[in-house]
């Protein structure tokens, strides 16, 4: 009898312990279930409520626009090739823009020329700043080669005598404004493709691929330059598509970083050799909402005086040859 007992003992004790790894198996593989169900859910919320990539670079603009100041630098550097000479040509830039003053938004840009051509390893630089400042700009040129003055005196103008001098004029607009505005109202940017989030200095930023409307920027442009031996549509054909790489912060939509690059070949019909172009530009925009103190100049000349000196090149003999060449 109690062999018998014991025997039944085991076999219940075998039992619960079948029953306990059943019981282990549901509940891993229920917890399996329910992990796929959230990532599932997750995943597919996260999806649904993500901003559409149109609704992010619109709420980019909006937020430079709102911005009360911010500064920015830019790199752009191009080079020529035809046959075998190449000609380098860089531009640097930096800027402020302040619209703490509701009624007197002040931009300052800063920005200068490198430009190299072969065989005598001739180079020109020019370095200068502009101020605009409610309806006034100001400008001056800070820099300025010797190789750029001999330049212009072939022209019959005296360049030097501008140089570290600042120039007047009045203006109504401000470009930065009216170009997001216009940029706004004539799509001109548009969203090709939306781009893994990517770190930018610490901070994981929205990274979208667009693609500029040559159509409506030009249209713009052709107010401005009318001539009947230029063509925009036939200079669009040629360049293509422009694409740009915008890094915009995820939370407050800032713009940190704009990317472009290009390579094209031009030619004319009329001559056999074709220019081979490379252009790379890379924006940057960072102390958002902090005080840089602009100064307005005591001492400057009206622009007319130096449009008089300036338009010497249209009156200078080697001009006219140029043109009727």
């Known amino acids: 009898m109690n062999n018998e007992n014991f025997s039944i003992f085991e076999e219940f004790k075998k039992g619960e312990e079948r029953k306990k790894e059943r019981r282990k198996k549901i509940i891993f593989f229920l917890f399996l279930f329910l992990i796929f169900i959230f990532s599932f859910s997750f995943k597919f919320f996260k999806e649904y409520f993500r901003l559409s990539p149109e609704t992010i670079l619109s709420n980019s603009f909006q937020s430079m626009?709102?911005?009360?100041?911010?500064?920015?630098?830019?790199?752009?550097?191009?080079?020529?090739?035809?046959?075998?000479?190449?000609y380098?040509?860089?531009?640097?830039?930096?800027?402020?823009?302040?619209?703490?003053?509701?009624?007197?938004i002040k931009t300052l840009f800063k920005a200068s020329l490198f430009l190299k051509k072969p065989n005598f390893e001739i180079e020109y630089s020019l370095a200068g700043q502009c101020l605009k400042y409610d309806n006034l700009l100001y400008f001056i040129f800070s820099e300025i080669s010797p190789s750029l003055e001999l330049f212009f005196r072939i022209f019959s103008v005296d360049i030097s005598k501008w140089k570290s001098e600042w120039i007047r004029t009045n203006t109504d607009n401000d470009f930065l404004l009216n170009f997001i505005d216009f940029s706004q109202k004539k799509n001109l940017f548009r969203v090709k493709e939306q781009l893994p989030d990517v770190f930018f200095e610490g901070k994981k930023v929205y990274h979208l691929l667009v693609v500029l409307n040559k159509e409506e920027l030009f249209n713009f442009l052709s107010q401005f330059l009318k001539n009947e031996n230029f063509s925009f549509k036939d200079l669009s054909e040629k360049i293509g598509d422009l694409e740009f790489e915008f890094f915009i912060d995820k939370k407050n939509f800032r713009i940190y970083r704009i990317i472009s690059k290009k390579n094209l070949e031009i030619s004319k019909n009329a001559l056999p050799d074709s220019w081979k172009v490379s252009f790379l530009a890379d924006l940057q925009f960072f102390d958002f909402e902090k005080s840089n103190e602009v100064f307005l100049?005591?001492?400057?000349?009206?622009f007319p005086e130096f449009y008089q000196e300036f338009s010497?090149?249209?009156?200078?003999?080697?001009f006219y040859f140029l043109k009727n060449e």
């Open 65 to 86: 626009l709102s911005a009360n100041s911010f500064r920015g630098k830019g790199d752009f550097s191009f080079e020529f090739l035809k046959k075998e000479d190449l």
């Open 88 to 104: 380098l040509a860089k531009i640097e830039t930096d800027s402020f823009y302040d619209r703490r003053e509701k009624e007197k």
């Open 297 to 302: 100049p005591s001492i400057f000349k009206e």
């Open 312 to 318: 010497k090149i249209f009156q200078s003999p080697l």
